[in-house]
C-alpha cells in the first residue's frame, strides 16, 4: 500500500497563488508516476496534472496550462502542484494519486489516491 497526503489548501483571492504537496509512504515513490486531479463541488473528478516517474515528462489539462507547474522531489517522495492566477473555477478539492511505472490522466488509471485538501479562490 502507498500512502498519500495532501497539504497546502486554504483560501485565496483571485489572482493568487498557493502550492500544494503530496507526501507519499509505503512504497517506492520513484516506481510512480502521479497525478493531481479536483473535484469541484457537484461536479465530477477532473484531471489536473502529471509527472513521469523521473520527473521528466509533464501533461496539464487545457484549463491550468500555463498557471499551474507539477513537479516532484524523489529524495523526499513527494509531488507539488504550484498553481498561480487562480481564478474561482479553480475552487475545488484536490487530490494526488499514484499510477504505478507509467503516467495516465483518468481516474482508472490510478493506483493510490490521497484524501484530498480543498482550495478555494474567493472572487
Known amino acids: 500500500q502507498m500512502q498519500l497526503a495532501e497539504s497546502g489548501g486554504g483560501l485565496v483571492q483571485a489572482g493568487g497563488s498557493l502550492t500544494l504537496s503530496c507526501a507519499a509512504s509505503?512504497?517506492?515513490?520513484?516506481?510512480?508516476?502521479m497525478d493531481w486531479f479536483r473535484q469541484a463541488p457537484g461536479k465530477e473528478r477532473e484531471f489536473v496534472a502529471a509527472i513521469s516517474r523521473g520527473g521528466g515528462n509533464t501533461f496539464y489539462s487545457n484549463s491550468v496550462k500555463g498557471r499551474f507547474t507539477i513537479s516532484r522531489n524523489n529524495a523526499k517522495n513527494t509531488v507539488y502542484l504550484q498553481m498561480n492566477n487562480l481564478k474561482p473555477e479553480d475552487t475545488a478539492v484536490y487530490s494526488c494519486?499514484?499510477?504505478?511505472?507509467?503516467?495516465?490522466?483518468?481516474?482508472?488509471?490510478?493506483?493510490?489516491w490521497g484524501k484530498g485538501t480543498l482550495v478555494t479562490v474567493s472572487s
Open positions: 494519486a499514484a499510477s504505478y511505472d507509467v503516467v495516465s490522466t483518468t481516474s482508472d488509471g490510478m493506483n493510490y
Open positions: 509505503g512504497r517506492t515513490f520513484s516506481t510512480y508516476a
